[in-house]
């Protein structure tokens, strides 16, 4: 993963990038991904659990498009319908595409609901509490009680709306909100 900083303009890029027709393009959206990882880093260390997860998930999708089957790997759906027919979605060998994306998209989900949350907070509301709104609605239902705890403990170390869009370089207020509401 690189080092950059996070960049919502480039992910919102990213994520329309993905779309051929119906098709969802499997590279365009591990690249929107890796992007996405950098957000959780901007949360600091409440969110290293989902950075690591995430840049983990990203590495097996990556795994498998440089594989031999890796044609059968390009779109979402190719990747869908390969693992069906060859019944490897509940493989314990070897985590599947599926259900590595499955686990993605609860990091995407969180980060949706955040983003959306975001957007209609003021200024001054803090950080605190719509990531914890936005964790408890979305990730809290897949981590055990201890984790959660430690979220919500985490949380308030979070500075306030206004900073943490400051700390994403999103110097125009009216431009932030527009990316936030696309993102």
Not at 60 to 80: A, C, D, G, P
């Amino acid at each position: 993963m690189a080092s950059e900083d996070f960049n919502l303009e480039k992910l919102e890029k990213l994520f329309a990038k993905c779309k051929d027709g119906d098709l969802i393009l499997m590279d365009a959206y591990v690249d929107a991904y890796e992007e996405l990882s950098k957000l959780f880093s901007i949360l600091g260390s409440v969110f290293g659990f989902v950075t690591s997860d995430v840049v983990e998930k990203i590495g097996i999708l990556r795994e498998y498009r440089n594989s031999e089957v890796s044609e059968k790997y390009i779109t979402i759906q190719s990747m869908i319908e390969h693992e069906v027919e060859t019944k490897t979605t509940n493989s314990k060998k070897k985590a599947s595409g599926a259900r590595t994306l499955l686990r993605l998209h609860r990091a995407l989900e969180f980060t949706a609901r955040l983003m959306m949350d975001l957007n209609t907070a003021d200024d001054h509301e803090k950080m605190s509490h719509i990531t914890k709104t936005a964790y408890d609605d979305t990730l809290a239902h897949h981590h055990p009680w201890l984790i959660r705890k430690g979220v919500h403990v985490a949380v308030y170390t979070l500075p306030t709306r206004k900073h943490f869009l400051e700390k994403l370089k999103m110097d125009d207020a009216e431009k932030a909100k527009d990316l936030l509401a696309k993102v």
